[in-house]
């Protein structure tokens, strides 16, 4: 209908434009008669103005007679010509105001009567609908009103927190540690930063230097095959999930594997059913899938019994922890410290990360719920080197990047900056260039 009504207003404005061009040529024909009587009648009288001179000879008489008659036959002609354009115009005007405009005015009413039957029809459809779909609606409503009366936050909690939650055990309390005396210094068990087989702590980027707050901001993580990277509650249930997974696509085909050995029964019985040849390929296939999901249902059983046995320890060594007292501190000479710290800095960052440093207890992250103030810059430092960073805690720098520092390097030669684009981390204090502020 939009088309139709276009085209209606099209033709409605050419009509006009041609009954305006009529007027015009009208108009023009009217100016030249109204100038050509003027002319005829000033030649009239200057033929009769000489013609009374005495001085005046019978030439110019002459001429200024042919004149007057030239000038007065150009006006007869100007007159016919106005006089036609002027019936044109009329006979025009009538048939556009007679004729056509209430022809297209017809044209778009009947088209408007047309739409407006259709929008009355669209209309009583649309209450239709309405009142089918009512009655659902209510029933919705109904439903979210007997759910909303239904809500237990308590449970709600404990679900949540069966979901989330990380099973780290609580850290024990940090004991007070020797310095004037480190030869005769015993690691403590119950330190955040001391691993439970006895090592030297570990002096190395995000270790030792920092603690991971529950309300700190999240950083983000390496995604795992084993998931490592998630507390180890989450591990056990994502390990759990997958083992699952692996258990039914398993069960899966080898339901499908039994099902082509039947079929290929069959057909070597029944030949004209079918060719058992066809069902090798389908068959191998099977048994391929077979044997590379129970090697994954072996390799989650694995990481599922250590994830297991790591919530389990982290349980039991947090009750230990918090049910005996921390260990009073050892004595030794004051002047072998300086050299025993330095030992211990340079044993603890010469160290690999082990399993059981990775396994200590650390306290879990929220996400991001609670955003902790941004800290300001220290220093300004630029980096001379590439750095990957792909060990716990660390970032990735290119050459040449200007970063913040956040953190002087404290003796274990590493140095907490951050982006530009955003991200903290540790970077190798030898690759950089810094300028403290």
Request: hydrophobic share 30%.
């Amino acid at each position: 209908m939009k088309q139709e009504r276009k085209m209606h207003f099209q033709e409605g404005r050419r009509a006009q434009q041609q009954l305006e061009n009529g007027f015009k040529q009208l108009e023009n024909s009217k100016r030249k008669f109204e100038r050509d009587c003027r002319e005829a009648e000033k030649a009239a009288q200057t033929a009769e103005r000489l013609d009374q001179d005495i001085n005046a000879t019978k030439a110019d008489v002459e001429k200024a007679k042919q004149q007057a008659h030239l000038r007065s036959h150009m006006a007869e002609e100007s007159k016919n010509e106005y006089a036609a354009q002027l019936q044109r115009f009329n006979r025009d005007q009538a048939h556009f105001y007679f004729s056509q405009m209430p022809q297209i005015f017809d044209k778009l009413q009947d088209m408007d009567e047309r739409r407006a039957t259709r929008l009355g029809a669209g209309y009583g459809l649309l209450s239709e609908a309405e009142l089918e779909v009512v009655p659902i609606i209510a029933k919705c409503l109904e439903g979210m009103k007997v759910a909303a009366n239904a809500v237990d936050p308590k449970n709600d909690s404990h679900v949540l927190i069966e979901l989330h939650k990380s099973g780290f055990a609580r850290p024990g309390d940090v004991e007070f540690e020797d310095f004037s005396q480190p030869m005769n210094r015993a690691p403590s068990d119950s330190s955040l930063g001391t691993p439970s087989d006895g090592r030297p702590e570990l002096r190395g980027p995000g270790r030792s230097r920092t603690k991971r707050w529950p309300f700190g901001k999240k950083n983000k993580t390496v995604v795992t095959e084993d998931f490592s990277h998630l507390p180890p509650e989450q591990q056990r249930k994502r390990l759990q999930q997958q083992l699952e997974e692996r258990s039914r696509e398993l069960q899966k085909e080898v339901d499908q594997r039994e099902a082509l050995k039947k079929m290929k029964d069959v057909y070597e019985k029944t030949p004209q059913m079918g060719d058992p040849a066809s069902l090798e390929p389908q068959i191998a296939e099977t048994l391929s899938n077979i044997e590379r999901l129970k090697l994954e249902v072996r390799k989650y059983e694995a990481w599922l019994a250590e994830a297991e046995s790591r919530v389990l320890s982290n349980r039991g060594d947090s009750l230990s922890r918090h049910a005996r007292p921390p260990d009073p501190p050892a004595s030794a000479p004051p002047d072998s410290s300086s050299n025993s710290a330095s030992q211990d800095t340079k044993e603890s960052s010469e160290e690999p990360p082990s399993e059981e440093s990775q396994d200590t207890p650390i306290y879990t992250e929220f996400e991001e719920d609670f955003e902790e103030e941004p800290t300001s810059p220290i220093g300004h430092c630029v980096a001379i080197y590439h750095f990957e960073g792909s060990s716990e805690g660390t970032i990735s720098m290119a050459e040449g990047e200007d970063l913040s520092l956040m953190e002087e390097d404290k003796g274990d030669g590493w140095t907490r900056v951050r982006r530009k684009e955003g991200g903290e981390g540790y970077v190798p204090t030898s690759y950089l260039r810094v300028t403290l502020n």
